[in-house]
């Protein structure tokens, strides 16, 4: 969950795809410095606000079998994209990104495994094909989720439309080729997600959207104040080891003191009966010091009595379900 460090580069590389795609002359205007809020109208603030926003809450009176909590475990293989989405990959952040794929997915895959819980792992399309693999690694047990996860780990804020539905509809192809199932989740590289994302991903079919941070527990997203009918499984920044335990990251913290957050995020969701959605990545929950808080953290769960471990699809169809009225399945958004 990398922030853009350079701007210049993100517009480089941006033109340079564009131009690739054949889109540079579907490219927004030169920017111009943005009007500061204090000087905008409160038609502008709302038509803004509303653009895309929390709906109803599809939180459900319980979960299935009775269960107190629902516990979702992502993982976002983000491995080589890292550095490759900017354009300017160094040979050393590549061997990170490697790790991923070599040794902390299989080190993550054999935790759940063993625990026999479901994951939904997040795959940018590149990396599934640099290492496709790892298709094999998590497919095992059969209990698993792909969902999509772009193309190149790229920034959606910072493409034209028509090369943001490109990418995102490659990278749904993509991973449809490599693993053998539709996948039928979306979570934006970096949850960045620009004015157009959701339209995108309405059109293409997408049962559920992961990158946005409203509420604790499911809702629907409007699109312009209407219902959309897409269920939103959100995240925070505060259940994502990215910022938290990567030594070169701004925000690091101790990985002990890490998992004492998660824990305390999970007993509040257990005592409310919500959900506990947690995202990780294997090439940084993988290494050996950082797998121990999530082993501890699963051993923590699976001492309370009412936990459904669910992939974010069975969670998704859950919510949709138990909805009342229910959730109609997602309209495309354009005609
Ligand atoms: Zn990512």
Do not use: C
């Not at 009007?35 to 502008?44: K, N």
């Not at 050393?92 to 902390?104: D, H, I, P, T, W």
């Not at 527990?217 to 080891?241: F, H, K, N, R």
């Amino acid at each position: 969950m990398l922030r853009p460090s350079n701007l210049a580069t993100v517009l480089a590389v941006t033109l340079g795809l564009a131009a690739r795609l054949g889109f540079a002359q579907t490219l927004p205007a030169q920017a111009t410095a943005p009007t500061p809020g204090w000087r905008w109208t409160m038609d502008s603030v709302r038509r803004v606000v509303h653009a895309v926003r929390a709906g109803r809450s599809l939180k459900p009176r319980s979960w299935p079998g009775g269960a107190r909590v629902a516990v979702l475990l992502s993982f976002d293989v983000d491995n080589e994209t890292i550095p490759l989405r900017f354009g300017e990959p160094t040979i050393g952040a590549l061997s990170q990104g490697q790790y991923g794929a070599r040794v902390g997915l299989r080190r993550v895959v054999e935790l759940v495994d063993r625990h026999r819980i479901p994951a939904t792992f997040f795959i940018p399309a590149v990396s599934l094909m640099l290492s496709p693999e790892m298709a094999r690694v998590i497919q095992q047990s059969g209990r698993h989720e792909f969902g999509i996860h772009g193309w190149i780990h790229e920034m959606n804020a910072t493409l034209p439309e028509a090369a943001e539905r490109e990418l995102i509809q490659r990278a749904l192809d993509t991973l449809t080729h490599l693993t053998g199932v539709r996948p039928v989740g979306y979570r934006a590289p970096s949850w960045n997600m620009s004015p157009s994302t959701l339209r995108i991903v309405r059109d293409l079919g997408f049962l559920y959207e992961s990158s946005l941070m409203a509420d604790d527990s499911p809702y629907e997203l409007l699109a312009d104040g209407q219902p959309t009918g897409m269920v939103e499984l959100p995240v925070e920044w505060i259940l994502d080891d990215a910022p938290l335990v990567n030594p070169q990251g701004d925000r690091y913290s101790a990985p002990r003191d890490v998992l004492q957050v998660w824990v305390d995020e999970f007993d509040r969701a257990f005592q409310e009966g919500g959900m506990f959605l947690l995202t990780m990545h294997p090439h940084i929950i993988g290494h050996r010091s950082r797998i121990v808080i999530l082993e501890r953290l699963i051993d923590h769960i699976r001492s309370k009595p009412g936990v459904w471990f669910a992939t974010h699809r069975e969670a998704a169809e859950y919510v949709a379900r138990a909805a009342a009225p229910p959730l109609p399945p997602p309209r495309p958004a354009s005609p």
